[in-house]
């Protein structure tokens, strides 16, 4: 082998190398921002769980001296709150099980058991599938978000005032 095929050979494994590096960084860092997405949108569904146990505190606290029309608003806006809050997580619950059985289903055909290639393959097509229904569903929770706490907000907002009104009483 000629110096200027042993220079070519190194610089080719130089660079494979590079994309190796960088292709495994980069998975890591998806995997990291995953994880991170998934604990603060654990906290999040934590925190308006621990709110809507404090509206309906606060709810029963109130009841007796809540006038009709502010109750039936406040209920309202509470069950506007819940339907949303609960819809997304029917909606991440579906994502998730379609997800699984998806990777399920490549695992258990002949052609991927047989090839690390085709396994690869399936995967990536999978991946990339579900890259793009998890960036309009990020787009649908942070929607979603804002309109349960502004909706649970109100409601909330409605019985602290009759609350704060009863003690004037």
Known sequence: MSPEQMAKALQEMHAREQRRLAEAEIET???????IYDKASAYTNLMIVAAYAGFFGLWQLTKDTLPK???RWSALLMLISVVIFVAVEVI???MVQH????????LNTPEVRQSPEALNKAFAKIGAAHEQVNFYFRKLWVVALILTILSGMSAASIL???FV????R
């Open 69 to 71: 029309d502010l109750a």
């Open 160 to 162: 602290g005032y009759a």
């Open 92 to 94: 991440k619950m579906v």
């Open 99 to 106: 997800s699984v059985f998806s990777q399920a289903s490549t």
């Open 29 to 35: 860092k998806i995997k990291v921002l995953s994880a």
């Open 165 to 168: 009104a009863g003690l004037e």
